[in-house]
């Protein structure tokens, strides 16, 4: 269903608007560099900021724009069952490639609550990519809260691992690789996935730097895995440096470098530290130009 490199697409800001022609530029060069995908409404997209209004705009007019070039995941999850069903509903008129569902977060559910939140969440016949991301919901599923949840609920197909457990990494892929598509949410551990027998990725950092890691997925399934790391070595800091803040501020920033869209967040995000617009201009420079946007 997923290959390669998906890209989690920020939402520019001009003025506390949304900045369309920013946007459009963005998805072009994206697609210009390889990406085989999109996100639109993840966690780096600010949408727990953005108004009903806007998700909708941004979903017509990225699906637009797109216009099947690349996959298309739409992010609906919620921890209010009935929100995440009308987000649902509202992305299925879109007939996005899936839906990007995150586990309810702050309320925890236990295993009879969450298979019933992605129970109701199949009945819109799209394919389910579960969210899993313990460091913002607070809640890190063991392995047979998944296999329950597997078992119960067929439209899930593919898991988003956001997870920093390589010992769970391993074990979900060794048990349940016959059975979903797993993909990697955490940009620093792109070659790790890789080796796990990953082959997407769901990438924030693709935002500047989707040239590094399409070439990496290249060079990985073409067998040059030396190469990949070599690669992979060479954008690595920046890569890191790019959450040294919480996203998708850093990213923001490095766009505005890049000219391409402003640093401009909407609040409750704030603006980064001098620190870390100096840390993060000193490495943009450091950088080769041919690994990133």
């Keep these: 269903m997923f290959k390669g490199v998906l890209t989690a697409l920020i939402t520019p800001f001009k003025d506390n608007k949304i900045d369309f022609r920013a946007l ?26 953005l108004n009903e209004q806007e998700k909708q705009d941004l979903i017509k007019f990225c699906t637009e724009k797109i216009n099947k070039r690349a996959k298309i995941i739409i992010g609906t999850g919620s921890n209010n069952t009935q929100a995440m069903l009308k987000n649902c509903e509202a992305a299925s008129k879109y007939n996005p490639d899936a839906l990007l569902i995150v586990t309810p977060y702050y309320n925890k559910p236990n295993l009879s609550g969450m298979i019933a939140h992605y129970t109701l969440a199949s009945q819109f016949n799209t394919p389910i990519v579960l ?53 990697c949410g955490n940009d620093d551990l792109w070659p790790v996935f890789l080796g ?91 950088t080769s130009k041919e690994i990133l946007l």
């Excluded at 998805?27 to 966690?43: D, H, M, P, W």
């Excluded at 439209?155 to 993909?183: G, N």
């Excluded at 060079?219 to 895995?225: A, E, I």
């Design 131 to 183: 969210y899993h991301i313990p460091g913002r919901t607070g809640q890190k599923l063991s392995l047979k809260f998944f296999e329950e949840l597997l078992n119960n609920v067929p439209q899930i197909q593919a898991v988003k691992e956001s997870c920093y457990d390589i010992s769970h990494l391993t074990e979900m892929s060794v048990k349940f690789s016959s059975r979903i598509e797993y993909l």
């Design 196 to 286: 796990l027998g990953s082959r997407a990725i769901i990438s924030a950092a693709a935002n500047t730097m989707a040239p590094l890691f399409v070439k990496v997925y290249t060079l990985f399934t073409g067998g040059k895995t030396q190469e990949a790391m070599a690669l992979f070595s060479q954008g690595y800091s920046l890569i890191k440096a790019s959450y040294t803040e919480v996203n998708p501020t850093c990213i923001k920033y490095l766009l505005s470098l890049m000219n391409l869209a402003s640093d401009e967040v909407r609040l409750p995000l704030g603006t980064i530290s001098d620190e870390s617009k100096k840390m993060l201009s000193q490495l943009y420079l450091q």
């Design 24 to 49: 459009e530029v963005l998805i072009e060069k994206q697609l210009a560099a390889g990406v085989s995908g999109f996100v639109v409404l993840g966690t780096t997209a600010e949408t727990p900021a």
